[in-house]
């Protein structure tokens, strides 16, 4: 039996140099899609780049933590500092700040109009970006409702995606073990001993969804991103050629965000 898994590409359009890694992954490894933060600098960079990996698709990474807004700044106050930049992820994970929902929404739709500038069309795909809380997933569920996004999030302590009568449905690994993987960078190991629970999981009829940030590192993601280094080891792990065999001998077919409707 076949089982389907998006390997997805997170923060694509973060920096130039991690534009360049999230397009090997692309080219060269198993990422089968990617999801752009379309508020960063180098995100006009990343669509320039999308023309060496024709057909790759690349759903909103919706960002309200790193960098500066794509709304008003003096529109969503509680988003950013004087500067006009965001708070950051920090505040929020510790809980010293808190998300509120009208400016969520508003961010959040902006970054929804932004990607139809740059792309030419509105994104099918939509999910958040590092800290969140149930009021910033609210706000994004309701511009995907509005919009009719595809989308999967965690509110109120549940996983919450669309009707299985539109979409096929997907179980997202968000797992402790997961997250030290995050934390340190992936490795071909990971998948060999099924820290992702793959084989476990593969007659539960779901598609599976693994989050990995691969690319190269420069100034901006040292100086804008607590994850550093371990990008590099997730771009080494989704280029390599054991990673590669190992998926092909276990029967996965890698697909994206938009192969999932119906």
Known sequence: MTKKVIINADDFGMSEAYNYGVIKALRDGVASSTTIMINQPAAEHAVSLLKEVPGTYVGLHVNLT???PVSDPDKIPSLVKPNGEYIGSKDFKT???QFVYKDCYIETKAQVERFRELFGYYPTHIEPHSAMDDQSNKALIDVAKEYDLHYDVEYK?????PSADKYLQVEEKLTPKVGEIINRGARPEDFFNDSYDLLKDQDDGLVTALHFHP????AYVLDHSTLTLPRTRDLQCLCSESLKGWLKDHNFETINYG???K
Do not use: I, N
């Open 66 to 68: 790193t960098g500066s």
């Open 95 to 97: 809980h010293k700040k």
């Open 157 to 161: 302590g549940e996983f919450v995606q």
């Open 215 to 218: 690319g190269f590192v420069d």
């Open 259 to 261: 192969d999932l409707k």
